[in-house]
């Protein structure tokens, strides 16, 4: 059935109730004749000075506090909201804390997406640089072709942190993001118990009765409300001797659910001490199922001193114990595509792993008289952005108990319709993850995807690309499920995915069969140059003098620019690394390598085509420039340009553009234009990338070889 929005009803309308109570989920109303509820509901309203118990000081706590207390003070009305957070020294309900001293690990890979960002700010937190592990300036999505690399808006800001005090060398409670939320709420008014509840009850007046112990002396809190807010995480960890959040609620609610869960893997490995420019701040989703390892999402989250690795699929489901956990990271780390993300000088060693649950589904009625669950105890966004979906719900929450009341009428009018909007949004995304993985972990499909947004880069601006913005909202979560759903099934986005994607895909693949291509063994990155680049490029290197055709390629080499230099050298030699296709030979006529004067002559089909560069002296010795004599290119230009990018890696820049001849009278015109349609535009798209992805690879395989030594090492 169709939900509508609570607020489409009057308010404490016995009618609209009615027709409300019709629209709900089955679960829902089963779970409410249960609990014998009228059909008229009876509203209680929060009293003044009333009193909130929020279990659970993690991010959904804390935003519940702070909400709650936000609203009140804009009504005007005065609330005590106390918040139990065990991983804080033990404190008695009256004392006067107001700062923690935060210890212990929620188990998370700890990111701050852009919308959670946007949440921040409207509440006034801002991240100081101790709590900031990195800002993710770029998203990397690969898959079993080539990878898709997006820089994130200037207007939408993202960053790693560390939810809790781990890894181990690092006691630093004040660097915790979640220790900082709590200290907002704590600033805002709360008062913190630092503590485990023990048990839950209703008292005689159908208050809930919190139970717990400081100092091994019993108390206990009655409140006029209660937020279970303990998540789900450490319902695997059985060395935390503390009671299940969940068990406490089912208590209270005897037909609560909790959500479904699935295991993770979450390890740290350690950065390098000079981390690689190039790779500083780019967060990675990997899709790498190969063989006998089956791991349906991937993140690799760059932090100061490590990298946050984090794994779902069935390989993870299938580790029990802690050897197989080993056996699975160094399973993962010795993939090549792995070693060639992270940075060259990575140490493989794991200061931290766990096996943290986390929430693919949601929970049955997690509310019910004067209690509520927030966070992964009720719901989250399915893969995504789970602290924002906890801030979310602890929004609708705080908004309800003040505005509409406490009772589980109220509840379901007001609280309810966020949690059924997480649950209808959630079945949109696994559609999106299923495709995500169907493509990704596919080579030709992956191709095509690849292929569709590289294309888009060249041909279209910067604001008008729809296949990248919809690439960035999956990855980023800065869009709704459904709404990147509708953006897919778009006859705009369907017909790039045919005319930029398809079919210049089945070209290609023709192209590499005709030249004799092989991309076995062969790791595969992209080239492409974005249409804003090039024509940067060309200003910068031609005086924005423009032609016919124009190409421009580039790739990121984890080699100095002098090695990167050395082996261009090799460009017209016999003996090369790279750009070696049938029907096509290069070979340098006279001079020598790297030197002006150098030519190199091109011959194509046994000598039918045939043309030849000659390099020219610049000033410039990362900049290698020829000059197109003769042929079907003439007077064009063909320059390498090798730019620094780190202590240790290099930026390789492919430019070639020329003008067609148009033939001197009718059989010239005709004899061009046949060649034009023989030879099109894209074999030169074709030839270099796989040309540049030999370079790259031999520029590498030194460092590889090296790394490749340290997997064995991997210790915990």
Not at 16 to 36: I, P, S
Not at 335 to 348: A, E, G, S, V
Not at 362 to 391: C, F, W
Request: net charge positive.
């Amino acid at each position: 059935m169709v939900i509508r929005e609570a607020f489409a009803y009057p308010e404490h309308s016995a009618v609209a109730f009615f027709k409300y109570e019709l629209e709900l989920d089955e679960e829902t109303l089963r779970a409410k004749r249960r609990m014998k509820t009228s059909l008229v509901p009876q509203f209680e309203k929060l009293p003044d000075n009333a009193v909130v118990a929020i279990v659970g000081g993690g991010p959904a706590g804390s935003f519940t506090a702070i909400h709650l207390l936000n609203r009140a003070k804009q009504q005007g009305r005065q609330l005590e909201v106390f918040i139990f957070e065990r991983r804080c020294h033990e404190s008695a309900p009256d004392s006067e804390i107001r700062s923690t001293n935060y210890s212990g690990c929620p188990k998370c890979a700890g990111g701050v997406s852009p919308r959670l960002n946007d949440a921040l700010e409207a509440l006034g937190i801002v991240l100081p640089p101790e709590v900031i592990q990195a800002q993710i300036n770029s998203i990397t999505i690969q898959g079993r072709w080539k990878h898709i690399r997006m820089e994130a808006p200037d207007t939408r800001k993202m960053f790693s942190v560390y939810r809790g005090t781990l890894p181990y060398d690092r006691q630093l409670q004040h660097e915790a993001f979640d220790a900082l939320l709590l200290n907002a709420a704590l600033a805002k008014g709360a008062k913190l118990i630092g503590s485990s509840v023990t048990g839950a009850s209703y008292d005689s007046r159908q208050k809930p009765v919190l139970h717990y112990q400081v100092d091994n002396e019993e108390y206990q809190l009655t409140a006029d409300f209660a937020v279970f807010a303990g998540g789900v995480k450490e319902l695997t960890d059985e060395k935390v001797p503390h009671y299940d959040c969940s068990a406490l609620f089912k208590h209270l609610q005897p037909d609560y659910q909790p959500p479904p869960v699935r295991k993770a893997l979450i390890f740290e490995l350690e950065a390098p001490d000079r981390p690689d420019e190039a790779c500083a701040g780019n967060l990675h989703f990997i899709a790498c199922s190969y063989d006998n390892l089956q791991i349906d999402m991937c993140s690799i989250i760059p932090k100061k001193n490590y990298f946050t690795v984090s794994l779902i699929g069935k390989s993870v489901d299938c580790c029990h114990t802690h050897k197989q956990n080993l056996e699975l990271v160094r399973a993962f780390i010795a993939l090549p595509q792995i070693r060639r993300t992270l940075p060259p000088n990575t140490q493989f060693n794991i200061r931290c792993l766990c096996n943290p649950s986390i929430v693919v589904g949601s929970a049955v009625m997690p509310y019910g008289h004067r209690i509520a669950a927030v966070g992964d105890m009720a719901t989250s966004r399915q893969y995504k952005d789970g602290i924002l979906s906890g801030h979310d719900m602890a929004r609708e929450l705080a908004t309800t108990i003040l505005d509409r009341g406490v009772d589980i009428s109220s509840l379901q009018l007001g609280y309810g319709p966020i949690l059924r909007w997480f649950k209808r949004d959630n079945r949109y995304g696994s559609i999106i993850f299923f495709l995500y993985r169907w493509f990704f972990t596919n080579s030709f499909l992956s191709r095509i995807i690849y292929q569709t947004y590289s294309t888009e880069q060249k041909r279209t601006i910067k604001s008008r690309r729809s296949f990248e913005r919809i690439f960035w909202a999956i990855s980023s979560g800065d869009e709704s499920y459904r709404k990147i759903v509708w953006w897919g099934l778009k006859p705009k986005t369907l017909w790039k995915l045919t005319a930029y994607g398809l079919l210049p895909t089945l070209r290609a693949g023709f192209a590499e069969y005709f030249f004799g291509l092989k991309w076995k063994g062969l790791g595969r990155f992209p080239v492409a140059v974005p249409k804003e680049a090039l024509e940067a490029k060309r200003r910068t290197l031609l005086q924005d003098q423009r032609h016919e055709m124009e190409y421009m390629y580039s790739i990121d080499i984890r080699s100095p620019s002098s090695t990167v230099v050395s082996l261009l050298g090799e460009f017209g030699e016999e003996q090369r690394s790279f750009l070696n296709p049938k029907w096509v030979s290069i070979r340098r006529d006279s001079g020598q390598p790297l030197q002006s004067g150098c030519v190199i002559n091109y011959r194509l089909f046994g000598g039918l085509i045939s043309f030849s560069i000659e390099q020219l002296n610049t000033d410039n010795s990362n900049l290698i420039m020829y000059r197109v004599c003769g042929g079907f290119a003439h007077n064009g230009s063909f320059l390498f340009e090798v730019e620094p990018v780190s202590n240790g890696s290099c930026r390789l820049t492919v430019y070639l553009a020329y003008d067609y001849p148009h033939g001197d009278n009718l059989l010239g015109l005709i004899f061009w234009r046949t060649f034009r349609l023989l030879f099109p535009d894209n074999i030169h798209e074709v030839l270099w990338n796989h040309a540049l992805c030999e370079l790259k690879q031999h520029a590498e395989s030194i460092n590889l070889k090296a790394e490749a030594n340290l997997i064995d090492a991997v210790q915990l």
